[in-house]
């Protein structure tokens, strides 16, 4: 008898196994389906995240720009209209000068929370096909931003093009200025520097500083050369000022950014009426390098790349001199417009 209901039994088991595993999986697959098929809360729906959970546009913006991680595909339209995104015309501008340590206030302002950065030079103003393409162009290439976050770029060939005062208050007339200079000898020498190392790259040969900086004829300053002419701030600045008012401009001391960066870049907040948020946490000096590089957080930090803080050539002293009287004058009309002087020779 025992051995007949066994089989029944085992029967028994196999069936009611069966059904269990079968409703499981059933419930699996209904449960996925149904969570591809019918999101919980549909994206449209959902309220934009509390402020503090705002982090992904940070960390995306951070490397590339948000618009590069879109074109990617990293960032979705839908993340862009749920987090109210958007390409802001610059409310303040870099505009030079060139060597004067630009790219290394960029991206030290870009530390700031409430500062997004154009990670390229747009060179928008000063390139007359470029203005030709209209502002809207110029407006996609801007990084996306919260609408409370303010957009800085910096394309050090605005203060020495002539058109570009006039372009830039026809956009916005009120926009703020930034201007970082640098000893004007040190500058040009840094300006030839990069020129130098072009050539080198391209196997060419070059004059030395001394004969470009030096008419051979008359042995004045050559203020025909560009290097020379880009320091003569106060010609540049005097152009701008028949479009802007003085207060419009703030004036980096790009020596002391080199050497000592928070003060200066606590100055350039308050310019542009943000809270002081960058701290030395933000700046850290590295001595491989030989300059302060950036913190923006516990494990994301940068150094400026090997084209800046390149090793400049010895030049005669004597050219040094001859080129420091020269500016001198310049330099003293510049500290009298701006309210800002410098320790220059
Ligand atoms: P040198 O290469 O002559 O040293 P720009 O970005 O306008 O081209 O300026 C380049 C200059 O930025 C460099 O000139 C360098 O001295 C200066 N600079 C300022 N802060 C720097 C930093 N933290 N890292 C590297 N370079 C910096």
Redesign the pocket.
């Known amino acids: 008898m025992l051995f007949k209901q066994q089989p029944l039994l085992t029967q028994k088991l196999f069936v009611l196994g069966s059904l269990a595993i079968g409703s499981v999986l059933y419930l699996v697959a209904r449960v996925g389906t149904l969570d591809r098929l019918q999101p919980i809360c549909p994206i449209e729906r959902r309220l934009p995240p509390p402020e503090h959970e705002q982090i992904p546009l940070r960390t995306l913006q951070f490397k590339r720009g948000l618009l590069h991680e879109l074109r990617k595909g990293n960032a979705t339209k839908e993340q862009i209209r749920l987090h109210n995104l958007l390409q802001q015309l610059p409310q303040a501008i870099i505009i030079g000068v060139?060597?004067?340590?630009?790219?290394?206030l960029l991206e030290m302002l870009n530390l700031h929370p409430a500062v997004v950065k154009a990670s390229q030079e747009i060179h928008f103003f000063d390139n007359d096909q470029n203005y030709a393409r209209g502002i809207e162009w110029y407006r996609e290439k801007m990084p996306f931003s919260f609408p409370h976050q303010i957009t800085i770029e910096k394309s050090?060939a605005y203060f020495i093009t002539e058109e570009v005062p006039e372009r830039i208050f026809k956009m916005n007339s009120s926009i703020k200025l930034l201007v970082i200079v640098r000893e004007p000898t040190i500058r040009a020498v840094?300006d030839y520097?990069q020129v130098l190392e072009g050539k080198e790259r391209k196997n060419k040969t070059y004059h030395k500083f001394e004969k470009l900086a030096v008419d051979s004829g008359t042995c004045e300053v050559n203020t025909k050369y560009k290097a020379v002419r880009t320091s003569i701030y106060t010609k540049h600045l005097e152009r701008w000022l028949k479009y802007f008012p003085v207060d419009q401009f703030h004036i980096v001391d790009?020596d002391r950014?080199?050497a000592d960066p928070l003060p200066e870049l606590q100055l350039v907040e308050r310019f542009l009426n943000l809270p002081s948020r960058i701290s030395q946490y933000n700046l850290y000096f590295n001595a491989t390098r030989g300059?302060?590089?950036l913190r923006f957080n516990i494990v994301f930090n940068k150094?400026?790349a090997g084209s800046?803080?390149?090793t400049?050539p010895e030049v005669d002293p004597s050219v040094v001199t001859k080129l420091q009287k020269f500016f001198h004058p310049f330099n003293q009309k510049f500290f009298q417009i701006t309210g800002r002087a410098f320790n220059w020779p």
């Open positions: 060139r060597k004067g340590g630009t790219r290394a050090p840094s520097t790009g950014l080199i300059f302060y590089c150094c400026l800046k803080g390149r400049h």
